[in-house]
């Protein structure tokens, strides 16, 4: 009898799926995930209840007909018991691991996609959210830097599981900036979290009893819903309060060409373009170039316990409290940036070789050492913020 039941519910459970599959589009892999998902719930399910039959009826009963006793059927109360229990556990594992497969499909699709995210026109980008929220001066106090290196995981590490270049592939420095930036973020997790746990109440207050393939839902659609309220929740209250105090805005000339008459024309149209600094890391391959170069690897030969010592020196603090994160973003962003930061270090440099030459009442070389060493400074970081400038669109 258990082995017609589960070939019957087979049957039906493969037609199913089969529909679900053909009516998917095509490369879609949050469907096919779940899909799965519920293959493996359907296993399960035939696993257990061919061993639940095999345990509960047993081959002594099934080759006799005797009357059953009071034991008999205490042994038959706690077989059924003991199999409800592992039925709602395995339920719930299934459910979990749909949800799970759900969420690493989509995050497949995303990385497939190749777009590049962008910040909200207006939204403040991630280095001015960390600055005005006073985020960087909260995890140098919880002293998160040197607790992270005696936990093993310092910059040579970084280097040796390839994060740096893992990050710049799937773009998930801007991915992140833009879900955290975007003020549109904690409405629609926070509307897909009600959908989601209204329809897992629904479910459960209609229900007398609970199978194993309602647990695979329940637990399938409240544990999006739980990530969804918290992430909403604490991207709300890190971005509230938050505005856009500086710029990051670029001028791009756009080429196109339109086909008009037998020779056609160019037009040349000019446009502003958001570029944080996050962004200019992936786009440029800086993260890569680190990484390649074993550059975090030679800091941390140089200083012991780089982290520790930055955490000490205080120098998350003094970057958020002089906001000089947000400043080289805006200068680097800008397209006279780097040549304003070393117009004054071009001023000065020929103004101490001057002053070296003529030397005044013979301290023209004290005067040009003290006028050329800010003059340079001037010039290097320029040069610095030059290299860390968007790169020229591919748009044409």
């Not at 497939?112 to 960087?136: D, F, I, T, Y």
């Not at 909403?232 to 196109?256: D, N, P, Q, W």
């Not at 680190?290 to 316990?305: D, F």
């Not at 030459?357 to 030059?386: E, Q, R």
Request: charged share 15%; net charge positive; proline share 4%.
């Amino acid at each position: 009898s258990a082995r017609l039941t589960s070939s019957s519910l087979q049957t039906s459970v493969r037609q199913q799926l089969a529909h679900c599959t053909t009516m998917a589009p095509r490369g879609c892999g949050t469907t096919r995930a779940l899909v799965g998902a519920c293959t493996l719930a359907v296993s399960c399910k035939l696993l257990t209840d061919v061993s639940s039959s095999a345990f509960v009826l047993g081959p002594q009963h099934l080759l006799s007909h005797a009357r059953p006793t009071a034991a008999s059927h205490q042994g038959k109360a706690a077989a059924t018991f003991a199999n409800a229990t592992t039925s709602n556990l395995a339920g719930v594992s299934v459910g979990a691991m749909s949800a799970l497969g759900v969420v690493v499909a989509a995050c497949r699709v995303q990385a497939r996609s190749r777009v590049a995210a962008r910040v909200v026109k207006g939204a403040p980008s991630l280095l001015q959210v960390l600055e005005q929220k006073n985020l960087l001066s909260l995890a140098e106090g919880l002293k998160l830097l040197s607790q992270a290196e005696s936990a093993g995981l310092d910059l040579q590490t970084v280097e040796q599981l390839g994060l740096l270049k893992f990050a710049e592939k799937n773009k998930l420095l801007s991915t992140a900036e833009n879900l955290v930036t975007n003020p549109q973020t904690p409405i629609l997790w926070g509307v897909g979290s009600l959908f989601l746990g209204g329809a897992d109440a629904f479910y459960l207050a209609t229900q007398e009893q609970v199978d194993f393939f309602g647990w695979v839902l329940v637990v399938a659609l409240g544990a999006p819903a739980l990530l969804l309220a918290i992430g909403a929740l604490v991207i709300f209250s890190l971005t509230s309060g938050t505005s856009k105090l500086r710029t990051f805005s670029r001028l791009e000339t756009i080429t196109t060409y339109s086909p008009d008459g037998k020779v056609g024309k160019f037009n040349v149209t000019e446009a502003f373009r958001d570029a944080t600094l996050l962004q200019t890391l992936e786009d440029r391959g800086i993260l890569s170039f680190i990484e390649e170069n074993r550059l975090l690897t030679l800091a941390g030969s140089l200083v012991n316990k780089p982290l520790t010592l930055t955490q000490s020196l205080g120098v998350l603090s003094t970057l958020e409290g002089t906001r000089l994160l947000s400043g080289i973003e805006s200068a680097a962003a800008d397209n006279w940036g780097p040549f304003n930061i070393s117009f004054a270090g071009l001023v000065l440099v020929p103004l101490a070789l001057a002053l070296l030459l003529l030397n005044p009442f013979g301290f023209g070389l004290p005067l040009a050492l003290a006028i050329a060493a800010p003059g340079l400074l001037f010039i290097a970081v320029g040069i610095g913020v030059s290299a860390i400038s968007p790169p020229l669109p591919n748009k044409q």
